[in-house]
């Protein structure tokens, strides 16, 4: 069985009436998720397999497994979320709630702010010219 | 880019193998060479006890923090900042980071288990520590007037930040309009439209907490705002927009090319609080005449909301995602197209709140 979780501390993840937000503290990225996909990072976040997750999306035509990985991996490589060999929470398939949004999982990336995290100090911004000062930049 | 300022890296220098120590024995330098505080101010919920010889900094400071007794609450809590350079003869120069790059992620781990936090501006060389055990922070810069062109519109905003993230508090970015006593908050990043919005409706005689970075706090059932800052910002074209040509005409521009002014010089009222928060509001520039005030979902709102306040603010930022996160999901959340007209944009935010009554 596979299993993910959280990359914490690094990573945040909000659910909002079936829609989800992800951020990175690391990058300052940030993350728009449409709700066939959170609804997938909900179930895997709540401790259920890749294979349990698979499983709630049965008859949903854009979220077969290839989907589901695919997501996962994505999210994976933007450090969001990483394997565990056991789920972090007790998930209990009985109370898995509603049914996926038949259609494909999008996510959408946000780094206009990753300036804010990436740089030296933490200032203000200007939105003309940039964030001063990086290092190199200095 | 504003200029650097140069200094003289006569100090020592630091790495992250010994930052903490040397960080606690700066804090308790502090706390045991200067008792006497030279300013206090009171904003809402926590009382900020102010050691500073710099006149400079400590003329911002009284200036631009927004200080009234009034504000005072049964929990009030108080806290110590020194801002000091080694001509005070407090601390020595404040040390150079000695790694290649002060990684912003990497030092806010290491000092999550601990009750300090840090920020390092490696232009300027200035050390902004807080520890929340003693309740004392230390701004550390290498000259009386080695502060960032920034630094002037909102003093001691770190400080404040890390005093106020509480379960029920918050320093967040974001502008606010009101009147008897109800409000709006508008969020979103830079360039948004939120300032001349908040800008166009003090100059119309409507309540406002402040325009950029404002306290939230969960009051009993309530949220409330209050303010912090008493300066806005506009560029010229905005004043222009706004018919405000007295600003620009009578004043230089800061280092953004910016006009810092008071809510007194466009014929307002103070900065003011608490006003209940009613609504979150996300301003998008729109191509019409009027402007329009439509629903919006709860991520939008997050989007708009949480990440250009949680990467700007160091530290506590898990605990700020859920703080946003409580925020949206307690209000309502809309959608602020603004038309052209600013009286225009002002009234919608009226009937807004007008109907909230």
Redesign the interface.
Known sequence: MTYYRLS???A?H?D??G???M?D??T?K?F?LSKSASFIVESILSGASVDETVAQCAGANHLGRASVNGLLQRLVAYGLIEQTPAPSTGYRADKAVSSPVDEPPVVEV?D??AD??MA????????E??W??R?A?? | MPETKSFAAGGASVTGADLVATMRRAIETCRVKSAVPDAIMTLHGLTIRLHCKSPAFLGHCLSNIVNDPAFAMKSQKIIDIHVTSPEDGLLGSPPLWNEETFQTAKIEAMLEKTPLRASYNDAYGIWHIYDHESATGLQWMQSPVAFPPWEPAGPLRNFIHWALSTPESRLIHAGTLGQNGKAVLMVGRGGSGKSSTVVAGIAQRMQSAGDDYVHVRHDGLGTNVYPVFSVMKQDAAGLDRLGLYDISAKSTANWQAKYEFGAQDVGGLPMTGPLAVMAILIPVIGNRDDTTITPASKKEAMLALAPSTVLQMPGERISGMAFFADLVRRLPCHRLTLGRDPAGIVAAIRNFLEAKE
């Not at chain 1, 100090?121 to 939105?127: F, T």
């Open positions: 914490e501390p690094n945040a909000e909002f009436d829609e989800s937000v951020l503290f690391e300052g940030y728009s946000f206009d702010l804010l995290i030296d100090p933490i200032h203000e911004v200007d939105e010219r940039g001063p000062i290092k930049d200095a």
